[in-house]
């Protein structure tokens, strides 16, 4: 019996066409560890040996300024600190990241919430004290999934939030289908001039307006989910925010890599059949072009882009 053929693009694929923006990308959350690991196990011939040359392999000629990395397991994965300390001096960085600045957050994801104890905020508030740690996250609520119970996910969500806002660290916010208590727990325990990114928000409009409306300094994550046929309410969002302000748009850009791939990219990609098995840091852009296109005429990927890169040194300060 012959050997089954995979259906996986080739790997020369993931190195993307020419993007529809050339301007600075700061992907504000990535899975950077996950993103490698999915990596090697689909392409297990793959060229690329460690996750710094993954790196300086998929983002050469991108553009790629800026990432900040996620860290949001229980227990805590010890190897964020070999990965941290290797960004501390732009020496390093030059060398083993190809000139990316890397930053990260770290906190505890409400999946994972009923794994929460004393010794994984010990972890936790060691990595804080880091300084390539640029905030608390992703933390919140899931009830799409419930795979913590609902009251250990509020209790969790709520102690964190805590510690962060304690320490002046911006959140970095998980929240599914869990509006209302995601809204009443953070005007509960959070300052309203607090630094916030909404992560890959999918939630109503009406939600995502209230929370601008009662935090200055909150910004909407916008990942390739927005590009979904299957997802609406963000692209309302976009709409939204574009004809009620003529001012910038109060959204950051990331992927959520290795997940959700934008779909508008798979129109660049002559030739290949099949799906992209991850997502990566460079295909940012195109998520800017779908977000200009929902906005309308007066934006372009460049003008997304550029404004998305103001919103992530005003939560993050990268």
């Avoid at 992907?27 to 297990?44: F, G, N, P, Q, V």
């Avoid at 998929?58 to 994965?77: F, K, L, Q, S």
């Avoid at 660049?268 to 072009?289: D, I, N, R, Y």
């Amino acid at each position: 019996m012959g050997k089954k053929k995979s259906n996986i693009p080739a790997e020369s694929f993931l190195l993307l066409p020419t993007p529809p923006s050339t301007s600075a990308i700061v992907d504000t959350h990535t899975h950077l560890a996950s993103t490698y690991e999915t990596y090697r196990i689909k392409y297990k011939e793959g060229k690329v040996e460690d996750v710094y040359e993954f790196v300086k392999h998929m983002y050469e000629g991108r553009n790629v300024e800026a990432i900040v990395d996620v860290w949001c397991e229980a227990p805590v994965r010890p190897f964020w600190k070999t990965f941290a300390d290797s960004a501390l001096t732009k020496e390093d960085r030059e060398k083993l990241w190809g000139g990316m600045d890397y930053w990260f957050v770290m906190g505890v994801h409400p999946h994972e919430a009923k794994l929460y104890n004393d010794a994984v905020e010990k972890d936790i508030l060691e990595a804080m004290a880091h300084p390539r740690c640029v905030g608390w996250g992703e933390i919140g609520l899931d009830y799409h999934y419930d795979n913590s119970p609902r009251d250990i996910q509020q209790e969790v969500f709520t102690r964190q939030l805590r510690q962060a806002v304690r320490l002046g660290k911006p959140l970095t916010i998980h929240t599914r289908e869990a509006e209302v208590d995601t809204e009443r727990i953070l005007r509960a325990e959070v300052p309203i001039d607090h630094k916030i990114h909404i992560h890959c928000f999918t939630d109503s409009p009406e939600f995502a307006q209230r929370l601008l409306d009662h935090f200055p300094n909150l910004r909407i994550g916008i990942t390739g989910v927005i590009t979904y046929s299957s997802n609406l309410d963000t692209s309302t969002v976009i709409k939204n925010m574009a004809t009620q302000s003529p001012g910038p748009l109060r959204i950051v850009l990331e992927t959520d890599a290795p997940y959700m791939v934008p779909a508008n990219l798979y129109d660049s990609l002559e030739g290949m059949k099949g799906k992209l098995p991850l997502c990566h840091t460079a295909m940012v852009p195109w998520t800017a072009q779908f977000v200009a296109g929902i906005a309308g005429e007066a934006w372009t990927a460049e003008r997304v882009m550029q404004e998305a890169r103001e919103n992530a040194r005003l939560v993050y300060g990268v």
